[in-house]
């Protein structure tokens, strides 16, 4: 569960509210405070655009709510090794052939 003590810091919602705005604006996305794993759907609207504003603002919030406590309890994406995906389906191929 994640620590929500930021919320009582006025400057921190006011951050937040922003980047809720923003993530509307350029994704057409409704983000809420109270979902419960909001930092952790911002952090990757963050990563998944280019938006400078929305950089910032997410800046802003984290250094309210603590920087290590926000990169402690981000989860880890799934990422695909692109290189190897041809590999995977030669392998795959190879395997299935018969002589």
């Not at 800046?59 to 990422?79: C, I, T």
Request: net charge positive; glycine share 4%; aromatic share 6%.
């Amino acid at each position: 569960m994640q620590d929500r003590s930021w919320m009582l810091n006025p400057k921190a919602i006011r951050y937040a509210k922003e980047c809720i705005h923003i993530v509307k604006d350029e994704l057409d996305i409704k983000l809420t405070l109270s979902h419960p794993e909001f930092m952790q759907m911002l952090h990757e609207y963050v990563d998944l655009t280019d938006s400078r504003p929305l950089a910032d603002a997410y800046a802003h919030l984290v250094s309210m709510a603590g920087a290590g406590f926000v990169v402690k309890n981000l989860k880890p994406k799934a990422k695909k090794n692109v290189v190897d995906i041809p590999r995977q389906k030669a392998a795959a191929g190879s395997g299935a052939r018969s002589s």
